[in-house]
């Protein structure tokens, strides 16, 4: 099974600044999805990017942007200029190319201080 | 256009009772997905389903729960005689196909007394 780790179990970054969330993962396959999701105290889950494993590009979506290392199986998750409202939990999923379901790591809570 | 839409977004039940949680995908949207997140914990996959066929579910418990997507209405994600370690939060999320994009709920807590 596949499994996702997120090593830091809390962060906190000043509005404006930069931060950067880890994800890695451990598979066999070539060919995934890499995804993060982010959880704000609503507890809806919102999806944030997606990069698919046999693209070379970083996936951005405005303020947010991944480095996918693919060779050291890492995917991680750089927010810049924070905002008040990112301040949540942020998890990191993976889905194979032949399944699914979504692993999910047990997640980084990301606190944004004035 | 609507999300993803749960009810009830609370459930408290007693021990022994049952519980039905109801999903009513994206427009458009034929697949369904079923996830529980206990407390400080990510979501896992319980089920997955397509309309009026169960296509996966290998992350149910084997005992008590069952789910449904029926051809006309919600997907219903049932727990009978639930006990106290049913309490959780229990995510829907639907797709328009399979390997596409997952849309999550807002999520029903489950309490159980």
């Known amino acids: 099974a596949q499994t996702v780790t997120q090593s830091q179990p809390e962060m906190s970054v000043q509005e404006a600044e930069t931060v950067t969330l880890s994800c890695t993962y451990d598979t066999s396959e070539s060919d995934y999805y890499l995804f993060w999701y982010k959880q704000p105290p609503s507890r809806q889950m919102i999806l944030v990017i997606r990069q698919e494993a046999y693209k070379q590009q970083n996936a951005t979506e405005n303020r947010f942007s991944v480095n996918f290392q693919k060779a050291a199986k890492s995917f991680s998750l750089k927010i810049s200029d924070s905002q008040l409202g990112d301040a949540a939990m942020y998890f990191c999923a993976y889905e194979t190319n032949s399944g699914y379901a979504l692993n999910f790591g047990k997640g980084t809570s990301l606190l944004v201080t004035p | 256009n609507a999300g993803v839409m749960q009810n009830p977004r609370h459930l408290v039940r007693r021990r022994g009772q049952e519980a039905r949680l109801r999903c009513s995908p994206m427009k458009g949207h034929s697949h369904v997905y079923w996830y529980r997140q206990l407390p400080e914990e990510g979501l896992k996959f319980m089920v997955y389903?397509?309309?009026?066929?169960?296509?996966?579910e290998s992350g149910m418990p084997k005992e008590r729960f069952s789910a449904e997507f029926p051809k006309e209405g919600p997907s219903i994600l049932r727990i009978q005689q639930v006990v106290r370690g049913d309490s959780a939060a229990y995510f829907c999320?639907?797709?328009?196909?399979?390997?596409?994009?997952?849309?999550f709920g807002p999520g029903t807590r489950l309490l159980v007394l």
């Open positions: 389903l397509q309309k009026e066929n169960i296509i996966d």
């Open positions: 999320a639907s797709s328009p196909g399979n390997r596409e994009t997952q849309y």
